[in-house]
């Protein structure tokens, strides 16, 4: 199949999280199994200092584009996604991606992507390249469906193409208000779209005309139905769910390998766990403590945001780093009153507590080596991938019984020994210290510990297993011309 790969975030060009990862991880098997895929995204400043390697399409140079009242020029620049046959083009308007990072806010970022929206269309009609799917990311391409009908409904090239959308994370939605309309060219289309009360949203009008939704977990495609997590547009996710499928997202176990990290001070495997140890001594020396201690070593690496679950900390975590034998190891950055907890243990537990602020692609993986459990207590989390690489490295995850976490962690039973982590459904500080107990008192019965620790290393998200449910979907999309 041909197939479109649009999006704002495209690892390693642009990442401020996990979507450029699924999206090139996807693209990159998509690739491997024969399909014809393009990625398109925007030329962000973060590029330019290395502008050689990005080589102009010579018959897209200079391009006008008319939107709304708006003209804009654009070059496109292409060069392969690392480690795949997969082409990346560039969309180069310094006009409008010439400053800045990757975001600017919903009402400069409207414009902004809309215009990498529109391009990419023309792109494909200057390519003579009809692509059987267009798979567009979150809010930022979510108009892709309308600007298909809109703009470029009279194409032939286009009248076999679908549309996918993918929801990462509800809660950003690309909201502006209706008179920006005009700005997007769509003034004259408002009969296509929905603007109650007042307002575009990029996402409620994506899901709207999509030929198919995904989300980035099967758990995630229920849970956005309801009111809890829905951000008001589960009434419309509803009317829409026999075109809505969970599909877990995938992880790069080239990259997130025990067996051949570079990352690691030893490797090690589900058959032979002795680096396992050693890493785990290797990470405590690394960081002042004694690495001679028998204590499970209990690893967080995150974002520190309210999301990510941990308000529940504020009331466990000191009481059980005094009261029990164990070390805390944290890697992350945020919202100060997130960083300040931590950084407050750390002084108020030495050598039982440490807390690096900011962000470590190395320390991360050797926390996630290194230590004997992860903790990801989140509020909600469409998919999650930390919770899979502590699997594949023999570290059981603590999750709460959400989104990707509820698909992809197996609770542990004390009375049979089976499961792969500790799930807690409730989202409080007893559920949470609940959970902690028992993986701290599992850990001390090491025959259980070690068939958790095999049964998590043997699960298989890689894309090989992850990206077929995708394919299978475009299938059927584009049978259904």
């Not at 602020?357 to 991360?364: S, T």
Request: glycine share 10%; net charge negative; charged share 20%.
């Amino acid at each position: 199949m041909r197939i479109l790969q649009l999006a704002a975030e495209v690892t390693p060009f642009a990442k401020t999280g996990g979507l450029g990862d699924v999206v090139a991880g996807l693209s990159r098997f998509l690739g491997r199994t024969g399909h014809d895929v393009r990625i398109f995204l925007p030329f962000y400043p973060s590029l330019a200092s290395d502008g050689d390697r990005y080589v102009p399409v010579d018959f897209i140079r200079d391009v006008p584009v008319q939107l709304g009242p708006h003209r804009f020029t654009y070059t496109v620049r292409t060069v392969l996604l690392p480690d795949s046959d997969v082409s990346v083009y560039f969309i180069d308007c310094p006009a409008l991606f010439g400053r800045g990072g990757i975001y600017h806010g919903d009402r400069d970022d409207s414009l902004r992507f809309a215009l990498l929206t529109v391009a990419t269309f023309e792109c494909a009609q200057r390519m003579g390249w009809s692509p059987d799917i267009i798979h567009c990311h979150d809010w930022h391409t979510a108009l892709a469906p309308v600007y298909r009908k809109a703009f470029f409904e009279w194409d032939g090239l286009f009248q076999r193409t679908r549309t996918v959308l993918t929801i990462h994370n509800i809660g950003f939605q690309g909201v502006v208000d209706s008179s920006r309309l005009i700005d997007l060219g769509l003034d004259p289309y408002t009969r296509l779209l929905d603007l109650s009360p007042g307002y575009l949203n990029f996402l409620r009008n994506g899901i709207l005309h999509a030929d198919a939704l995904t989300a980035v977990s099967r758990t995630y495609a229920r849970e956005i139905q309801t009111p809890e997590l829905g951000f008001g547009l589960e009434g419309l996710l509803r009317a829409r769910r026999d075109r809505l499928f969970g599909i877990v997202n995938g992880v790069d176990y080239e990259d997130w390998n025990p067996e051949t990290d570079p990352n690691l001070f030893y490797h090690y495997s589900v058959d032979d766990l002795a680096g396992k140890r050693n890493c785990k001594r290797a990470l405590l020396r690394e960081i002042g403590f004694d690495e001679r201690t028998a204590a499970p070593v209990v690893g967080i690496v995150s974002r520190l945001t309210p999301q990510k679950g941990f308000d529940l900390c504020f009331d466990t975590l000191p009481a059980f780093l005094a009261q029990r034998d164990m070390r805390l190891v944290a890697l992350g950055s945020g919202e100060p009153r997130y960083e300040e907890f931590f950084q407050q243990l750390e002084r108020s537990f030495p050598g039982k507590a440490w807390f690096y602020r900011g962000y470590n692609e190395k320390l991360a993986h050797q926390i996630e080596a290194g230590a004997d459990i992860f903790l990801m207590p989140s509020k909600f989390e469409p998919c999650g991938l930390n919770q899979m690489y502590s699997l594949r490295y023999g570290t059981p995850p603590i999750v709460r019984k959400t989104g990707g976490l509820a698909d992809t962690v197996e609770p542990f039973n004390p009375a049979t020994g089976q499961g792969t982590g500790f799930v807690f459904e409730h989202f409080t500080p007893a559920g949470f210290a609940w959970a902690l107990d028992l993986a701290l008192n599992a850990f001390h019965h090491p025959i259980l510990w070690r068939r958790m620790m095999g049964d998590g290393m043997t699960r298989d998200f890689s894309w090989e297993v992850q990206g077929r449910e995708y394919v299978e979907l475009y299938g059927r999309l584009a049978a259904s011309h």
